[in-house]
């Protein structure tokens, strides 16, 4: 019982207070490219605690969708969070969840993202519907061949099951087919989290915007919680990343409270590598045609789809 | 060809048609002309002589000559030639001929023309209105010298009409006036088939403040603060622009000094402003890195022009007759080390984003303005020499510093965002290159000619190689040294129609890239 409470806590607390930091870090390693001090690692707790405080302006055209859109989106990512578990030596009692409810809890997420963005009849979000719509079917099926690999590999579907398998494979990377389910998911999370070369966080130009074309209509505390629902689906993703490819429970000798506090020291220390690995990657490209992203789509797919073949040839 | 030789070759093929020689300079032929005559005159000029219409512009000479009149200049760009016709249209009447049908750049002169002085041109394809939105009475014309320029006509209330693309699947994001970013106002209307565009229709004059009717009756002096402040990137080449023209109608010549600090000046605010075109592009495909570092420079650029003239914007540096202060004596040295320092820094960054093939393959072949385009419509600066044609004014009507100094027209051909990225990297090299061989080899001397009176009525073009490309100016002096007519003509009054041209068929998320890659001026075209 005890376990479960401390699960709750970690998955969505932890979560959630770690969340606005890898924003953070990855602007900063952006604004060290450009030879700017940049704004402060903590830039984005200061602005959604000041979104919080400001109320929100909603068109009157708009109907109940923009307006509970947040908080389902809010939901869907903190009930994602809860599936991916940020440290397997915290048992939780029932299964939380097989990595097809994670895929469409989140898919769940974005459809009304995308309805909300319909509903104000605005320009620039019926532009960002559609470009979302296409991004995410064409990433769909790399995150769906991806995970479901090392399920096969780990004979699970649950996501408890397959990590707590992954802790136990020595260094994964220099394995064939999971390099190349690492290469598969990190290209899905740069599109999922629209991070450039799919989408440029920081535009001011709304021609050419994806995720921010969605949230342009949100003000105040509605904009906040899109903005922090999008900051812990990065992070679930970015676990989901490290945890499997990068596992490190096994290496703790120790076990109890102790053994807990410094696997999620550990696994913040992976973050920050999955972060500056997010951020090299956004400094040294540049934003892709709106149509040349199929092809990292397919990129992606391709990669997934290899491992998958080769855990067939040559088993996992 | 000499202007002498244009105008007997003409007086050959269309000797009945040609009233009288009005004025000549050097480089100016001015022609009156049967205004009913003009259509076939302004073709064969077009076409077989192969003269682009590089300004148009009525005045209300009824004052004079109890007639409105309308200019038509044509550039030969080879020999530096500019050839004006000029009609006179009976106040009665108020009708004119539209070239739009022959010479396709002169569509949006005539509408602008209809706008502001209620001249109609009868068979013009599209005489829709320009200048004035639906909150401007028909029936008011401003350009008329009748109008006063205290008057405040009431609001009108009238809808604008957009090209329609009517289809199944078809339609229409309105963007703008106001933006996103802090950038002018513009209303752009596309019309789109999912993503690809079909039409663009872009809807300016938003910023259109009356500068032309404003500096009619002020002094010369005067009116150059005003040339300084038409367009904020372009303050220096506009008031030079201005300078020449007034000095050319003085007849004066101004001191060999004064015309290489000139250089000096306008090749930094070339410098400057291609920096910020080069920044601008990185930063609209999200290359943040490179972007910064363009910033970067064109900060030192800016810093330069503070040290030389404590203004970063380039004001206050010319007078009429020459530049206020011997702005360069004393700094030579500070200034050579500092555009060395920004040519090595500049090298570094062209070798970097010139390796990475994600920047490479957004820029090339997207916003393909065709030569045939870029020529009909009269697109100049880089756009054009993107395009592959060679226009210049630095080259084809140069100053006597430009014909000493020696630089090449950067030439591409494919006309999309690469090569006016590529006209612009050339242009930064060149634009060091130049001001450094300016410094050297400058001479002492005096740095101005003072002007007393300047004899009213006359008229002549000054013309400039702005940053955004060919800046053509035409003064008509009023009694007692004022302006009796300023005709402004900004390289992006030329290129906003290309620019729209340029996108169709391109991706809507494209469309910030091409904007940026013409860098056209809102204020310089609304004036």
């Known amino acids: 019982m005890s376990d479960m409470i401390l699960y709750f806590i970690v998955q969505t607390g932890f979560v959630i207070l770690a969340a606005p930091l890898v924003n953070g870090i990855i602007k900063k390693i952006k604004a060290l490219s450009q030879k700017r001090t940049g704004a402060p690692v903590l830039q984005m707790y200061y602005d959604l605690f000041k979104l919080f405080k400001k109320t929100s302006v909603v068109s009157d055209v708009s109907s109940w969708i923009f307006r509970v859109t ?78 479901i690999t090392v399920g096969l590999i780990a004979k699970s579907t649950a996501v408890f099951p397959i990590m707590t398998f992954m802790q136990t494979v020595q260094n994964p990377l220099i394995h064939p087919v999971y390099l190349m389910i690492f290469c598969a998911l990190l290209i899905v999370i740069i599109a999922e989290t629209s991070r450039i070369p799919v989408d440029d966080p920081s535009t001011h130009l709304e021609l050419t915007m994806v995720h921010e074309a969605m949230l342009l209509e949100y003000s105040g505390r509605s904009l906040a919680l899109m903005e922090l629902a999008a900051a812990i689906k990065q992070l679930v993703f970015i676990t989901l990343l490290v945890n499997l490819f990068l596992p490190h429970d096994q290496l703790i000798g120790i076990h109890g409270i102790a053994a807990i506090g410094i696997s999620l020291l550990i696994y913040l220390a992976k973050v920050f590598i999955a972060a500056l690995l997010i951020g090299i990657v956004e ?28 855990f067939f040839a040559f088993g996992g | ?291 910064s570092q363009f910033k970067m420079m064109r900060g030192w650029a800016y810093g330069i022009a503070d040290e030389l003239c404590g203004m970063r914007f380039l004001r206050g540096v010319n007078r009429l007759g020459g530049v206020r202060k011997d702005f360069v004596a004393g700094k030579e040295a500070s200034l050579i080390r500092q555009l060395k320092k920004i ?83 050339e242009e930064c090299y060149q634009a060091i290159d130049l001001m450094l061989a300016a410094i050297d080899s400058m001479p002492a001397g005096r740095i101005r000619e003072s002007i007393t009176t300047v004899a009213p009525y006359q008229f002549a073009f000054g013309m400039t190689e702005a940053p955004r490309g060919e800046n053509i100016h035409w003064v008509m002096t009023g009694e007692n040294n004022t302006i009796f007519r300023y005709k402004i003509r900004t390289p992006s009054f030329c290129n906003w129609p290309a620019l729209c041209h340029a996108v169709k068929g391109n991706l809507v998320p494209d469309f910030p890239l091409i904007n940026k890659s013409f860098n056209l001026s809102y204020a310089g075209n609304d004036l």
């Not at chain 1, 149509?291 to 998958?308: D, E, T």
């Not at chain 2, 076409?47 to 200019?71: C, Q, R, W």
């Not at chain 2, 303005?369 to 600066?381: C, E, K, M, T």
Request: aromatic share 10%; hydrophobic share 45%.
């Open chain 1, 283 to 310: 400094v040294n490209t540049v934003k892709l045609r709106l149509f040349s992203i199929p092809n990292l789509a397919a990129l992606s797919f391709i990669l997934s789809f290899i491992g998958f073949l080769q």
């Open chain 2, 1 to 291: 060809m000499t202007a002498i030789e244009i105008n007997k070759k003409l007086i050959e093929n269309f000797g009945d048609d040609i009233i009288k020689t009005v004025k000549a300079y050097e480089n100016e032929l001015y022609l009156e002309i049967k205004p009913d005559r003009i259509r076939e005159l302004s073709g064969y000029i077009n076409h077989e002589m192969g003269y682009p219409l590089v300004s148009m512009f009525a005045n209300d000479e009824t004052s004079l000559i109890g007639k409105y009149a309308v200019y038509y200049a044509f550039a030969d760009r080879v020999s530096g030639i500019l050839l004006i016709l000029k009609i006179g249209i009976e106040p009665e009447q108020m009708t004119f001929e539209s070239i739009a049908g022959k010479v396709h750049a002169a569509a949006r002169y005539e509408r602008e023309i209809k706008d502001l002085f209620g001249l109609n041109p009868v068979g013009h394809p599209n005489a829709k209105r320009l200048v004035f939105h639906g909150n401007w009475p028909r029936e008011t014309f401003p350009l008329r010298k009748a109008y006063d320029l205290k008057h405040r006509p009431d609001f009108a209330k009238e809808k604008i009409n957009f090209s329609k693309v009517i289809s199944a699947g078809v339609f229409e994001i309105p963007v703008g006036p106001v933006h996103a970013g802090i950038i002018e106002p513009g209303h752009f209307r596309f019309s789109v088939a999912g993503e690809p565009i079909i039409n663009l229709e872009a809807q300016l004059y938003f910023v259109h403040k009356g500068i032309e009717k404003l500096c009619e009756g002020e002094s010369l002096e005067k009116c150059l603060f005003v040339a300084e402040r038409i367009s904020g990137d372009e303050s220096f080449t506009n008031a030079y622009a201005y300078c020449q023209a007034i000095e050319k109608i003085a007849g004066l010549k101004i001191p060999e000094r004064a015309e290489y600090i000139r250089v000096v000046f306008a090749e930094l605010e070339r410098l400057t402003s291609h920096l910020g075109d080069l920044g601008g592009i990185c930063t609209d495909v999200a290359y943040g890195f490179a972007a």
């Open chain 1, 70 to 147: 947040p908080y389902i989106v809010f939901a869907t990512a903190v009930a994602a969070a809860m599936i991916v578990p940020v440290t397997t030596l915290i048992k939780p009692v029932w299964n939380t969840g097989d990595v097809i409810l994670l895929v469409y809890i989140l898919a769940l997420g974005r459809f009304f993202m995308m309805l909300a963005a319909l509903d104000t009849g605005s320009t620039f979000g019926g532009m960002g519907a559609s470009r979302e719509a296409m991004i995410s079917a064409l990433i769909e099926p790399s995150i769906l061949v991806s995970l």
């Open chain 2, 343 to 425: 040519r090595s820094e500049f090298e570094e960054t062209e070798v970097i984003i010139k390796a990475n093939s994600f920047f490479i393959d957004r820029v090339e072949n997207t916003g393909i303005l065709s030569a045939q385009i870029a020529a009909d419509l009269n697109a100049v600066g880089p756009p054009a020499r993107a395009a592959g044609i060679r226009s210049d004014v630095r080259k084809s009507f140069p100053n006597r510093v430009y014909r000493q100094l020696s630089f090449a027209i950067p030439e591409h051909h494919n006309g999309d965002v690469n090569c006016r990225m590529n006209v612009k990297i």
